[in-house]
């Protein structure tokens, strides 16, 4: 009889161990959001450019310029959205459109801060980790 209690009790151990370690590698690494991240609101957007324009001291109608820019591009964004998962390519080619754009906007010590932030803010939303094998994340 104490065989068979001592025999269940350590099989009720061994499923409650693997319960719990299955709950806890079940979240994502970082405990990071899993898929793309919500396209900000307008006043999400304003919060960026005000930090973009504090970060590249820019000038009033550079600030006004890249709010556009940043608008713009998340409207392009929303509708890709909606219309299902975008390929990581089409939303490359929309953050590539959108840089090359931005840096039309800025001076040459502006390119090089902003490449910096955005280069940072792709870090921290990957959790800090740096991307793998170059690739950027899908912010999107």
Do not use: W
Not at 28 to 46: D, R
Not at 68 to 94: C, D, F, I, N, W
Not at 111 to 121: D, E, G, I, S, T
């Amino acid at each position: 009889m104490k065989q068979l209690v001592k025999r269940n009790l350590g099989v009720l151990v061994m499923f409650i161990a693997l319960f719990v370690s299955s709950s806890v590698f079940a979240q994502p690494p970082g405990g990071g959001q899993q898929g793309p991240p919500s396209v900000p609101n307008a006043k999400q957007i304003q919060k960026k450019v005000a930090k973009v324009s504090k970060k590249l001291s820019l000038s009033d109608k550079q600030e006004i310029q890249v709010s556009k820019l940043y608008t713009a591009h998340y409207e392009e964004v929303k509708s890709k959205l909606k219309s299902g998962r975008p390929e990581q390519k089409e939303m490359e080619a929309l953050e590539n459109k959108f840089e090359k754009e931005a840096n039309k906007v800025l001076t040459t010590e502006q390119q090089k801060l902003f490449a910096a932030y955005q280069k940072k803010n792709r870090q921290q939303q990957m959790g800090g980790q740096p991307p793998i094998g170059g690739q950027r994340p899908n912010r999107y």
